[in-house]
């Protein structure tokens, strides 16, 4: 059967062709020295007709691992033989990524400013800009996060697992674990929700840094979707095991400010009322106090920083009944990236 020939795009102004790739620089407008800003998108068109996906990263000026996942994914030879059109925007809070912060000038968190408003505060009209000129023209989407600053984040899919398309694709990624997360107002997610647009939101890493585990989880993880979606051929390799769906998980903090001192780590396995996750005390060692798991899980997010405040989050659990299989799961994706030649190697997977 013959495949439809793919449609063109246009996003800022400039049409992409079927065949084309094109850089595009989103006017978003000036900084008050009367300098130009502008949010860089890259678009692959393909020749056959498929899915039009969205990859984006950095909405959260401090949350680097994105920027870093996108460069890669542009590298992937297998995106010559692509089926539909990847729009990839890889520092959507310009503002945020150049001042090292999480928010905008205004102080606003994108991520909690859609869909926008074109009379609206800073923050809400780069969110409606990019709706309107990316979101909005897409099938699909991938958001890529990580955890705040001090905070990692073990490679995980958030996402509505009640949606079957979306959890269809949430397994596609296959990391370890998938969480189901509840919409937010004003959240890309939610906004895409209202277009009826399945979206993964990627968590891994750690603000500030690159985490070379969680970089190679997220090039994969997209291959894998776009594979899924049929925008580019089957893979050879054999399956991964089946993440694990965890439908709630718990916050631990700090029942009291000190010194922290930490016996898991990041995906590490807890139980119930058996687990001592760390301690926290004064620096003189008078005052300490345990900290036990309250349930039964995986160790999915951590706090790096030694020192805090009373009620500060100090791990993030997901609950799990087999945590076993959990960390099964867990070693299985590990060995796999460990052993993949990235980023372009001939391996079956970036081919």
């Known amino acids: 059967m013959r495949r439809k020939k793919n449609q063109p795009i246009t996003i800022g102004g400039v049409e992409i062709q079927p065949g084309e790739r094109k850089t595009i620089e989103l006017q978003l407008g000036k900084l008050y020295t009367h300098t130009p800003t502008t949010m860089p998108v890259q678009v692959i068109c393909g020749r056959q007709d498929g899915p039009v996906l969205f990859v984006s990263a950095a909405i959260h000026g401090d949350e680097i691992n994105g920027v870093e996942v996108i460069r890669r994914l542009l590298q992937v030879p297998a995106l010559r033989r692509l089926k539909g059109t990847l729009i990839a925007v890889p520092i959507v809070n310009l503002y945020g990524f150049i001042n090292h912060s999480r928010y905008l000038p205004d102080r606003r968190d994108l991520n909690r400013c859609f869909p926008g408003s074109q009379k609206g505060s800073l923050a809400a009209r780069i969110a409606r800009i990019f709706m309107t000129e990316i979101v909005n023209q897409a099938t699909h989407g991938i958001d890529l996060h990580t955890g705040a600053i001090n905070r990692s984040n073990l490679p995980q899919i958030r996402a509505d697992l009640d949606d079957a398309e979306t959890l269809s694709l949430a397994r596609a990624f296959g990391t370890p674990v998938i969480l189901n997360s509840a919409l937010r107002d004003g959240s890309l997610r939610a906004a895409a929700r209202q277009k009826n647009i ?3 939101l990627y968590e891994a890493g750690e603000a500030l840094r690159f985490d070379e585990f969680a970089i190679r989880g ?7 979707v776009m594979r899924a979606l049929e925008m580019l051929p089957k893979s050879r390799r054999a399956p991964g095991l089946e993440p694990m769906m965890a439908r709630s998980s718990m916050w631990m903090r700090a029942p009291q400010s000190g010194i922290f001192r930490a016996f898991v780590n990041l995906g ?4 119930r009322d058996q687990t ?15 900290i036990w798991s309250p349930c039964s899980g995986l160790v999915i997010g951590q706090m790096n920083l030694p020192l805090v405040n009373e009620g500060d989050a100090l791990y993030h659990i997901a609950q799990f009944y087999r945590t076993d299989l959990a960390v099964e799961r867990l070693e299985s994706y590990q060995e796999n990236l460990e ?10 997977l970036l081919e």
């Open 339 to 348: 052993s993949a030649d990235f980023p372009y190697a001939d391996n079956g």
């Open 268 to 271: 590490d396995r807890v139980v």
């Open 218 to 224: 997220g090039v994969e993880g997209i291959i894998r």
């Open 276 to 290: 001592l996750l760390g301690i926290v005390s004064d620096p003189f060692g008078e005052s300490e106090t345990e």
């Open 198 to 200: 399945p979206i993964l």
